[in-house]
C-alpha cells in the first residue's frame, strides 16, 4: 500500500476532529475553516519528465525491465518531497516545482550501482527514496538540474541473521514493520520505533540518523548500525567489520546521516536484541518540567535505565499529547503539572527490577506514580499524532514540530529560548502560537526537546511559518543546541548545519563528496551546499 499521497499514512485510518477540538482551537487560537479545497491527485498540472530518450532507455537498460522506470503523473506526484507541514501544504495546493522526472526501482545493490553510473554520465542527479517520511527537505534537491528519486522498496530482504553474535544484515527498503516482523519470526527485535515507524525504511533511519521512542533502553539506531554498504557513482563503500575497531577513523560515521549525498546505502548490519515477554508503561506525575526533567537526569545518569523515558511540559500535559487519544475528550486529563511516562521491556525479572528500582528513584525526585493506565493509552495512540496533525490542517490550523538536543546545564536556556522566538514570530505574524515541548530521549549529558507549535494557518501557512522556523533555528545554535537531534539536515537545516560544523568541517564533506561523487549527481544541496 501507497502512503497518502497528501497527508499522513492509511487514507482509511484518517479521523476528522472532534467538534469540541475546532471549537478549543477557534477560541485559543483564532483558527477559522479554510477557504480553498486542496488539489486532487488527478486534478495537478504536471509537467512532462524532462529526461531525454536516450537517457530513460539508458536507465530502463539498467533495471532490465522498462516498468521499473516510470514516468506517470501519480508516481511523481507520490514521490515529491517528504512529509514535513510546508511539504504537505505545497502538495495540497497543487505546487509540484520540485518533482522529479521519474522515479526508478531498483532491485539489487548492482542496479543501484548502474543506475548511478548512467545519472552521472547523462548529468542527472539522483535521490535516494526510503519511506519518503522526510520532514527537512532531504527528498527536494538543489533544481539546477533534473533528478530522479530512486525508491528502494524492491530492496526489502533479511540478508543474513547471526543469532550467536545477535546481528541482522537487512536491505534499506524494509519499512520498520516489515523488519521487525522478520526479527520477530527469529525471535528478536530491533527495538526502533520512531513515530514514523509504520512508513519509515531501514535506508532512511540510518541515512537520517534515526532515534525512536524506545531510545533509552534501545539505542538510537546510529548506535545499532554495526556495517553499511554502500553503491556511489565510483563504486561500491563497505564499512564496518567488527563489533569495535580500532582500524583507523570509523568511516561508518561518514555514512550514518550522509542522507543520500554520499550514496545510497544498500545493506545496513545492525546489532539485534532478544524479542522482549514483557511490556509495561506508567505514568508519572510532576510539579513541574524542571523538576521531571532533573529526575529523568537521575535515571539517564544513575540508572536503572527505563526502555522508554519521555516528559511532556506543562502545556503539552494540559493539552493531552502525552496521551494523543484523549485530546478533546470529555476525560482528558486536566490536571496541572506535567506527565511523565516510563517503560520498561525486557524479561519479566529484569523489567520488574528495573522498574521497582526506578520507582524509588522516581519518587525520591518528588514524582507521584499514577498507574499504568497512561501509559498504556501513550503505547496505544502513540503512532496516531501523524494522523491528527492532518485533520489540524483540514480544520484550518497550522501544526508542525521540530526539535533539538543540548547538554544538561543548557537545555533550560535551549527550551526557553525556542518557545520565545516560536512565539514571538508567529505573534507577530498575526497567528499567536501554542507552544508544546517533551524530552523523549535522554543521554548521561543531556536530552532532546521535541517542540509541537499549533496555530491558525494564516493566509499563507508556508510564508508564515517561514519566519517562526528561521527564528527558532537561529534561538537553537545562539543557545548551543545541535540543529538536529533526529529529524536530520536535508536543505532546510542546511545553512544553521553547516554553521554548526564550521567551514573546515563543510570542506571536508565537500571535499569527500567529489571523490565519490565527482559529477555532483547524489542528491545535490541536501546536507552540505553545492560546490
Ligand atoms: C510524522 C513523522 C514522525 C516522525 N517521527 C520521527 C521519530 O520519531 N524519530 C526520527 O528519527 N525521525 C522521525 N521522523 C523523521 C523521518 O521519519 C526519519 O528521518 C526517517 O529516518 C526517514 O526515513 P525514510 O525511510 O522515510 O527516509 P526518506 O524520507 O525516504 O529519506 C530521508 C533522507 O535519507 C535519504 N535516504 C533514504 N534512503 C536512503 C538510502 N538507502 N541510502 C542513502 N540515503 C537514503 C533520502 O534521500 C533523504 O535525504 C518523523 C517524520 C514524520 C513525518
Excluded at 230 to 235: F, L
Excluded at 395 to 415: H, Q, R, V
Aim: proline share 7%.
Amino acid at each position: 500500500m501507497d502512503m497518502l499521497w497528501s497527508g499522513w499514512g492509511d487514507p482509511d485510518k484518517a479521523a476528522p476532529l472532534p467538534d469540541s477540538v475546532i471549537g478549543l482551537l477557534r477560541d485559543l487560537l483564532g483558527v477559522a475553516p479554510r477557504e480553498n479545497e486542496p488539489a486532487q491527485l488527478d486534478g495537478i498540472a504536471v509537467p512532462q519528465s524532462p529526461l531525454a530518450d536516450d537517457t530513460l532507455r539508458a536507465l530502463a537498460e539498467c533495471l532490465g525491465d522498462g516498468a521499473y522506470v516510470r514516468t506517470d503523473a501519480e508516481s511523481r506526484i507520490r514521490h515529491t518531497r517528504g512529509k514535513s507541514t510546508p511539504d504537505l501544504l505545497r502538495i495540497r495546493a497543487g505546487e509540484v516545482d520540485d518533482i522529479p522526472a521519474a522515479v526508478l526501482l531498483p532491485g539489487s545493490h548492482d542496479e543501484v550501482l548502474a543506475v548511478l553510473r548512467v545519472c552521472a554520465e547523462h548529468g542527472v542527479a539522483a535521490v535516494p527514496f526510503g519511506g519518503g517520511t522526510s520532514v527537512v527537505g532531504g527528498l527536494a534537491p538543489e533544481l539546477k538540474r533534473c533528478f530522479v528519486a530512486m525508491d528502494l522498496r524492491r530492496l526489502d530482504g533479511l540478508l543474513a541473521l547471526d543469532e550467536v553474535s545477535r546481528t541482522a544484515t537487512l536491505q534499506p527498503g524494509l519499512r520498520a514493520p516489515q523488519a521487525e516482523a522478520l526479527l520477530n519470526e527469529r525471535g528478536f527485535t530491533l527495538g526502533h520505533f520512531p513515530q514514523s515507524y509504520e512508513w519509515a525504511s531501514i535506508g532512511g533511519f540510518a541515512a537520517a540518523r534515526s532515534s525512536g521512542q524506545a531510545s533509552a533502553g534501545y539505542g538510537r539506531f546510529d548506535e545499532m548500525v554495526l556495517g553499511l554498504t554502500v553503491a556511489t557513482p565510483e563504486g561500491t563503500w563497505e564499512a564496518g567489520r567488527a563489533p569495535r575497531s580500532a582500524a583507523g577513523p570509523d568511516l561508518r560515521q561518514l555514512i550514518l546521516g550522509s542522507e543520500g549525498a554520499l550514496g545510497v546505502i544498500t545493506s545496513v548490519t545492525v546489532r539485534i536484541r532478544p524479542l522482549p515477554t514483557t511490556r509495561i508503561y506508567e505514568g508519572w506525575r510532576f510539579a513541574s518540567f524542571e523538576a521531571g526533567a532533573a529526575a529523568l537526569r537521575t535515571l539517564a545518569q544513575g540508572g536503572p535505565q527505563p526502555t522508554v523515558l519521555r516528559l511532556s511540559d506543562e502545556t503539552e500535559t494540559f493539552i493531552g499529547l502525552a496521551q494523543p487519544d484523549k485530546i478533546g475528550s470529555s476525560d482528558a486529563p486536566a490536571a496541572a503539572g506535567c506527565m511523565a511516562i516510563a517503560g520498561f521491556e525486557g524479561t519479566a525479572e529484569d523489567t520488574a527490577d528495573r522498574r521497582a528500582r526506578a520507582r524509588k528513584v522516581l519518587l525520591g525526585c518528588g514524582g507521584e506514580y499514577v498507574g499504568e493506565e497512561p501509559g498504556d493509552r501513550w503505547a496505544h495512540g502513540r503512532y496516531n499524532a501523524p494522523y491528527l496533525r492532518d485533520a489540524l490542517l483540514d480544520a484550518g490550523a497550522f501544526a508542525e514540530t521540530l526539535e533539538t538536543a543540548g547538554f544538561w546545564s543548557a537545555l533550560p536556556a535551549l527550551y526557553d529560548a525556542v518557545r520565545q522566538a516560536l512565539t514571538a514570530a508567529l505573534t507577530e505574524g498575526g497567528t499567536p502560537p501554542l507552544v508544546m515541548c517533551h524530552i523523549s530521549h535522554v543521554y548521561e549529558n543531556g536530552a532532546s526537546l521535541y517542540f509541537t507549535v499549533v496555530s491558525a494557518q494564516g493566509d499563507d501557512p508556508v510564508a508564515h511559518w517561514a519566519p517562526a522556523k528561521q527564528a527558532a533555528n537561529d534561538a537553537i545554535l545562539a543557545s548551543g543546541g545541535t540543529i538536529s537531534h533526529h529529524h536530520g539536515v536535508g536543505t532546510d537545516h542546511r545553512d544553521w548545519y553547516t554553521e554548526e560544523i564550521g567551514p573546515v568541517g563543510v570542506r571536508i564533506l565537500q571535499a569527500v563528496k567529489a571523490e565519490i561523487d565527482p559529477a555532483g549527481v547524489l542528491n545535490p544541496g541536501v546536507l552540505i551546499p553545492v560546490r
